[in-house]
């Protein structure tokens, strides 16, 4: 089972930055997932919220502010503050990191609050330009941009990520061209896991800190656990299997 890392190694150091994803790498997970949003001068960057309020010490929204802008806000203290300043990254600044290491990334397109006008494309044509695409799988809350980044880049994986139980979520998703399902863990059933299980799709199950919830995700056999605590996923699963 694949343990992947949520927003980085989120539990322990602020979220969606370098050094979260640095951490992550450290502790062993498999993947990374991290959130893509676009600034106002159409620069890809690394970022939970529409908002920067939660996560940084400014405010207003990411599609308001220029990269350069952005680059001011400390994306650190507000979040853990015992870090020092550290930026909100860009997606290049992360792909150029990551191709040196061996995890791959489950890059989460936020684009169902605002709909940002060719996101998919960007995100495509950078992974193009890094030979990325094929370290990499691409995720959303809006379906429809799944299907937009299925047409642009058949090869990469998407998933279809709810919050709400989608009943027969293996057919919904085998229909509409995607190889995953990405559930909240906290309203999966078997019967959707069986469903799923039945069409092909494999499920990664978001937000995995409880070990109880990771051993039930390991015994039906699921194909990744998205986590804040990576090592701590890691260890169980190692623990299980001796
Ligand atoms: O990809 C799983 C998870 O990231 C989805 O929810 O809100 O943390 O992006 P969220
Ligand atoms: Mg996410």
């Given amino acids: 089972m694949k343990i992947i890392a949520h927003r980085g190694y989120s539990g322990l150091y602020p979220e969606n930055t370098m050094l979260s994803f640095q951490k992550a790498v450290e502790a062993g997970c498999d993947e990374i997932e991290l959130d893509v949003q676009l600034t106002k001068d159409n620069v890809l960057v690394i970022i939970h919220d529409e908002s920067i309020k939660r996560t ?10 220029t990269f350069a802008e952005l680059q001011k806000f400390n994306a650190a203290e507000l979040q853990k503050k015992e870090f020092d300043f550290l ?42 330009s890094y030979e990325m695409l094929d370290k990499v799988m691409f995720s959303s809350f809006n379906h429809l941009s799944m299907a937009k980044c299925k047409q642009l880049a058949p090869e990469v994986p998407c998933g279809i990520l709810t919050e709400r139980e989608i009943g027969n979520a293996g057919y919904y998703a085998k229909s509409n061209g995607m190889e995953c399902y990405h ?25 995995v800190n409880d070990m109880g919830h990771l ?18 996923c890691k260890a169980f699963i190692e623990k299980i299997e001796g």
């Fill in 56 to 65: 940084t010490d400014g405010e207003g929204l990411v599609r308001k502010y």
């Fill in 183 to 207: 559930p909240d863990i906290t309203k999966l059933t078997t019967t959707v896991v069986n469903n799923c299980k039945k069409h092909g799709i494999l499920v990664n199950a978001w937000t």
């Fill in 87 to 128: 930026p909100i990254p860009s997606f290049e600044e992360y792909l150029a990191w990551v191709k040196t290491t061996n995890v791959t990334t489950n890059i989460e397109l936020k684009n169902s609050k605002f709909y940002y006008t060719n996101l998919e494309k960007k995100v495509i044509d950078l992974l193009t």
């Fill in 215 to 232: 051993k039930k995700l390991y015994d039906w056999g699921l194909s990744g656990a998205i986590t804040n605590y990576p090592d701590v």
